[in-house]
């Protein structure tokens, strides 16, 4: 089974989809090792890898190269930001087609001025809807493979309104998007609605202090949600345990003992150590033998 096929077996399903935040191999991989089916490409962690903030700095190359690195390691189904399809239309077709050829599951493209930002900062600002769906519709036509799922993302709530937010999801889906990802509803009744009011499949970003409230995933999919992203959950918790462990060098001038305790070792089998050591005897042919 494809990953494609793979997403959307799963979303098919009467749970939720949980997908944690990936930013690089490591984490991806940490995600597969928990056991979750699904991965997600955070925007907002590739440009932080990269050393920029949210702010539409990196590029589509970088982010599609970052997104097959993701789904590579951890070999799961992955759901990657594709900003704003980083221009028009046209763009937004090219942007599908790398992503998809680079063995991502799925992408949602914004409706954000371009450069955009992280959607749960201030002073956002969008595009008109006709070209915005535009976007949507040249993204869906740009697929080869009829299951690569698009997801049209609307940032229209901080801007325009619930009302405007709804009716952008509403004729995204109309124009081919598989998803909408209404961004940053602001209250616990605006999320309640979103799946009441959106005609097909939503998908609910979950950001610790961001606009939106947390809430269960056991609410969220009582509520209707099909997916649920958690972008931040890895690189936020890593920015938390390197600071803490810099500051106990910083003070200590020893090294500090790690989290998880692991030895080198075991760090390595974490990635695979085991398998690449039985490669390096498997394709030599015994001295003997080749003497025959």
């Known amino acids: 089974m494809t990953p494609t096929s793979q997403l959307r077996a799963l979303l098919r399903g009467e749970q939720i ?10 984490t991806a991989k940490l995600i597969a090792q928990a056991g979750f089916s699904v991965a997600y490409m955070t925007g907002a962690g590739t440009a932080a890898s990269l050393g920029y903030p949210d702010f539409g700095l990196v590029t589509m190359t970088e982010m599609a190269d970052n997104a097959g690195r993701i789904a590579r390691s951890s070999g799961l189904p992955v759901i990657a930001d594709a900003d704003t399809g980083y221009g028009n239309e046209l763009n937004a077709f090219r942007t599908v087609q790398e992503y998809e050829r680079r063995g991502v599951a799925g992408l949602h493209i914004e409706d ?13 600002e969008v595009i008109p809807r006709d070209d915005f ?15 690569f799922m698009v997801i049209a993302r609307t940032d229209s709530r901080a801007v325009v309104g619930m009302e ?7 004729e995204a889906l109309a124009a081919g998007a598989d998803m909408a990802f209404l961004e940053a ?13 959106v005609r097909g499949p939503c998908m609910l970003n ?32 890593v920015i938390g345990v390197c600071d ?8 200590t001038h020893r090294h500090p003992t790690p989290g998880a305790g692991l030895s080198v070792r075991q760090v390595f089998n974490r990635f695979g150590a085991d398998e690449w050591d039985a490669r390096r005897t498997q394709f030599r042919v015994p001295l003997a033998k080749a003497a025959e």
Not at 185 to 197: A, G, H, Y
């Open 206 to 237: 979950v950001v610790w202090g961001g606009k939106t409230p947390l809430v269960d995933m056991a609410d969220a999919q009582a509520w209707g949600y099909k997916l649920a992203i958690f972008p931040g959950l890895l690189f936020k918790n």
């Open 133 to 147: 769906i535009a976007k949507i519709r040249a993204a869906a036509a740009a697929r080869t493979d009829p299951d």
């Open 185 to 197: 509803p602001q209250t616990v009744e605006e999320i309640r609605s979103v799946p009441k009011l």
């Open 17 to 26: 989809v949980i997908a944690p935040g990936a930013y690089d191999g490591i």
């Open 164 to 170: 405007e937010a709804v009716a952008r999801c509403n």
């Open 112 to 124: 954000q001025v371009f450069p955009k930002k992280c959607g749960h900062l201030d002073d956002k």
């Open 244 to 251: 803490e462990a810099l500051q106990a060098l910083k003070e």
